[in-house]
């Protein structure tokens, strides 16, 4: 008898457990959640601190080199501000110098510059005499620059842009303009309400999932502002953690309130129909939010600060939303009662009585597996053919050039390539050092004329030599832009006339070292995920099949959704429509998010569908009856799911975020391919084919692998003995 009690102390007797005593103590659970957010918002409020983008790599020879800058160059490590000015038409900067000396005068003694460097001394004038091209350059990087510092500079432009010069300012000082989103994302949850009410049919049942999905995504948000009040987070990791927290959020509650309806049109009781939704679905939204954690945190493996800050961050929001499924939900569910209990004669009673009549899903499922190969066949096909422009992935930091067309950044940007040459916006640093050399000034001028031959190279700068007199500091102009593939060239082609005391650095080389590196992790990094989708879902269906296909799928989409990335951010197609203001390489670390993301969605809806089918496959053992009553009982929810899951990311899309713009339309792309050509057409039409063997695990196997009961299969007629305190 004990044994057997413990037998069935799995993850959805755990669950329905717990669903069983937050649904008694619901008025505690509620307050509790409620003081929890109000907490999180008092110290989000006291102690929370700004978002501040940290591109870097500890221990790269690039961030080596930066870091010897630093310590040897503290005038030019910091962030450098590039200052433009134009004259009218027909007329010339020359005529303006005195009011443009002026005007860097006044820089001079703004907040936490460093120093400025006049065009008219560099020589930094177009030649058509009529743009100037000045550096401010500041003591921090962009990152420690204090609030107010860049308005302040804005406000030493003034008398020149009087005088009738246009001012524009950018560099690494400005960063990409990204303006955090203009409200697109409440159309996001309006397009998921109206889901949620054809999917319910009650605005009651349509509002749940919702207002549970905004109370966890607010407690999500405001321990992230209180974190950077201690840690440096990148001012994507809010927003990431937000598109996903809502878009999980709101996809967990939908599964539990769903299995929670049925059973109630079933006619089992409120407080019982709790325990077995959590039991049950629950327990899949454990299992699927685990997957998605593992996947985000597994991002700490790249060795990236900023990205392992994503991660974590995105990782957050996911557990705080499980934690909300399993807490929350059945707590108000318990609070709602028997208003959620569909009417008689409804289509959730019909449904659920079975009553002869085919549904959308019945349909569907009979016409993917009426010929299962073809059906195989046409999926992977279409999805192969869509994943052929990934073959030509470019990957790159954002840059001003990225920002919006209208912001001051972009318009220096655009103007000093036009007037000067692109590679101007992405200068490089070369620090030698001359320990060994005798005469230190001749060998640095000597490294310059070497430096300034380079194939690619426009220009190398007078050297400047440290205190000691031991390194020599020289500026490189590229000829090429700093996303350009031809300045990674330019790199290595420095680093070789410089030799092994020479190194390249700045803003341009760190972000060529870091998009280089997730390059060279982004095949690792799928296999790793790919080999642990097939153990999580190995041990959650116990099958060697499912694991298979639905792993082949995951990678089947996420090369799809690269394909239609490079098409769309690449190639401008479509470009316009999705508002992209310039096309070139991907933003480098979107493919190990999608990937991360895209793993854990992939995972819960063949968890949610698959689970059903396997609960009917074990009590029916027929192959085909599982297969259809299965897909027919949970496609409709997982459906509504998806579209939910890609409103809510397709709404991050049009805010002007040159890095969370591609991070978004890669997961909504990738979302639908993978629940509807994946999940709900490759997944029944590979089980038809495989009929019992579907199902089969060599028993060696089967006696090593933990059995969790993640569809709950085992609490039908056990809920006395649960319910046990």
């Known amino acids: 008898m004990i044994h057997d009690r413990w037998e069935f102390i799995v993850m959805a007797a755990l669950l329905y457990r717990l669903g069983a005593w937050t649904c008694r103590r619901r008025r505690t659970v509620l307050v509790a959640w409620l003081a929890a957010l109000v907490v999180a918002g008092a110290l989000a409020a006291t102690a929370g601190g700004s978002y501040e983008?940290?591109?870097?790599?500890?221990?790269?020879?690039?961030?080596?080199?930066?870091?010897?800058?630093?310590?040897?160059?503290?005038?030019?490590?910091?962030?450098?501000?590039?200052?433009?000015?134009?004259?009218?038409?027909?007329?010339?900067?020359?005529?303006?110098?005195?009011?443009?000396?002026?005007?860097?005068?006044?820089?001079?003694?703004?907040?936490?510059?460093?120093?400025?460097?006049?065009?008219?001394?560099?020589?930094?004038?177009?030649?058509?005499?009529?743009?100037?091209?000045?550096?401010?350059?500041?003591?921090?990087?962009?990152?420690?620059?204090?609030?107010?510092?860049?308005?302040?500079?804005?406000?030493?432009?003034?008398?020149?842009?009087?005088?009738?010069l246009r001012v524009e300012a950018g560099g690494s000082a400005y960063g990409d303009g990204s303006d955090g989103g203009d409200g697109t994302e409440a159309a996001g949850l309006l397009i998921a309400l109206a889901i949620l009410l054809i999917t319910f049919g009650s605005l009651v049942a349509a509002g749940l999932p919702l207002l549970t999905a905004l109370l966890g995504v607010g407690a999500t948000v405001a321990g992230l502002a209180t974190v950077a009040g201690m840690l440096t987070l990148p001012t994507t990791a809010p927003a990431l953690a937000l598109m996903l927290g809502l878009a999980v959020g709101i996809d967990y509650a939908l599964f539990i309130v769903a299995r929670h309806r049925s059973q109630l049109a079933s006619g089992v009781p409120v407080?019982?129909?709790?325990?077995?939704?959590?039991?049950?679905?629950?327990?899949?939204?454990?299992?699927?939010?685990?997957?998605?954690?593992?996947?985000?945190?597994?991002?700490?493996?790249?060795?990236?600060?900023?990205?392992?800050?994503?991660?974590?961050?995105?990782?957050?929001?996911?557990?705080?939303?499980?934690?909300?499924?399993?807490?929350?939900?059945?707590?108000?569910?318990?609070?709602?009662?028997d208003r959620l209990r569909p009417k008689p004669g409804s289509r959730a009673v019909r449904r659920e009585a079975a009553d002869g009549r085919p549904t959308m899903g019945a349909r569907w499922v009979r016409l993917?597996?009426?010929?299962?190969?073809?059906?195989?066949?046409?999926?992977?096909?279409?999805?192969?053919?869509?994943?052929?422009?990934?073959a030509g992935l470019r990957l790159a930091l954002t840059d001003n050039g990225s920002a919006p067309a209208a912001s001051t950044q972009r318009q220096a940007y655009d103007l000093t390539a036009a007037a000067f040459g692109p590679g101007f916006n992405g200068p490089l640093l070369v620090l030698a050092d001359l320990a060994n050399e005798g005469d230190k000034r001749a060998a640095a001028t000597a490294l310059a004329e070497r430096l300034g031959a380079v194939d690619g190279v426009v220009a190398a700068g007078r050297p400047q030599l440290s205190a000691n007199g031991r390194y020599a500091l020289l500026t490189v102009i590229p000829e090429t832009g700093p996303r350009d593939e031809r300045t990674e060239k330019v790199v290595t082609g420095l680093e070789a006339a410089g030799g092994e005391s020479a190194g390249v650095t700045g803003v341009t080389a760190i972000g060529i070292d870091i998009s280089q590196l997730l390059s060279a992790s982004l095949v690792p990094y799928a296999l790793v995920v790919a080999g642990l989708a097939v153990l999580l879902l190995m041990v959650a269906f116990r099958s060697l099949v499912v694991p298979l296909k639905a792993t082949l799928g995951f990678l089947l989409s996420v090369g799809a959704t690269l394909g239609a990335a490079v098409a769309v951010f690449q190639w401008g197609w479509l470009a316009d429509l999705v508002g992209v203001s310039r096309t070139g390489p991907v933003i480098s670390f979107m493919p190990i998010i999608l990937i991360a993301v895209?793993?854990?969605?992939?995972?819960?809806?063949?968890?949610?569908?698959?689970?059903?089918?396997?609960?009917?496959?074990?009590?029916?053992?027929?192959?085909?009856?599982?297969?259809?009553?299965?897909?027919?009982?949970?496609?409709?929810?997982?459906?509504?799911?998806?579209?939910?899951?890609?409103?809510?990311?397709?709404?991050?899309?049009?805010?002007?975020?040159?890095?969370?713009?591609?991070?978004?339309?890669?997961?909504?792309?990738?979302?639908?391919?993978?629940?509807?050509?994946?999940?709900?057409?490759?997944?029944?039409?590979?089980?038809?084919?495989?009929?019992?063997?579907?199902?089969?695990?060599?028993?060696?196997?089967?006696?090593?692998?933990?059995?969790?009961?993640?569809?709950?299969?085992?609490?039908?007629?056990?809920?006395?003995?649960?319910?046990?305190?």
């Open 53 to 164: 983008d940290d591109f870097s790599i500890p221990g790269s020879r690039a961030q080596r080199v930066l870091d010897t800058v630093t310590e040897q160059f503290p005038a030019s490590s910091g962030a450098t501000a590039q200052v433009v000015f134009v004259a009218p038409a027909g007329h010339k900067v020359a005529e303006h110098e005195a009011v443009i000396e002026q005007t860097l005068a006044a820089a001079t003694k703004a907040p936490q510059v460093a120093g400025v460097v006049d065009p008219f001394i560099t020589n930094t004038v177009s030649p058509d005499g009529r743009v100037a091209l000045a550096y401010v350059h500041y003591h921090e990087n962009r990152t420690h620059l204090k609030d107010g510092t860049l308005e302040a500079l804005e406000n030493v432009f003034r008398p020149a842009r009087e005088a009738g």
């Open 271 to 337: 407080d019982e129909s709790v325990a077995r939704a959590i039991g049950t679905a629950g327990a899949a939204v454990v299992f699927a939010g685990l997957t998605v954690v593992i996947a985000l945190a597994g991002l700490t493996i790249v060795r990236i600060p900023f990205l392992t800050a994503m991660g974590l961050a995105a990782a957050a929001a996911v557990i705080v939303a499980v934690l909300v499924a399993v807490t929350l939900i059945p707590a108000v569910l318990g609070f709602a009662g």
């Open 368 to 390: 993917v597996t009426r010929r299962p190969l073809v059906t195989t066949l046409a999926v992977v096909a279409a999805l192969g053919v869509m994943a052929l422009p990934a």
């Open 598 to 725: 895209l793993f854990g969605l992939a995972m819960d809806y063949e968890v949610f569908l698959v689970s059903r089918m396997h609960e009917e496959y074990s009590h029916s053992r027929d192959p085909q009856r599982a297969l259809g009553q299965g897909f027919q009982a949970s496609a409709r929810v997982v459906a509504a799911a998806a579209l939910i899951m890609t409103a809510v990311f397709a709404s991050f899309i049009p805010n002007g975020d040159a890095t969370l713009k591609p991070i978004a339309f890669a997961l909504a792309v990738g979302v639908l391919l993978d629940a509807f050509l994946i999940r709900m057409t490759l997944v029944p039409a590979v089980l038809a084919l495989a009929r019992h063997g579907a199902w089969w695990l060599p028993r060696w196997l089967g006696r090593v692998l933990p059995d969790l009961d993640v569809e709950g299969a085992r609490l039908s007629g056990r809920a006395s003995l649960l319910m046990v305190e």
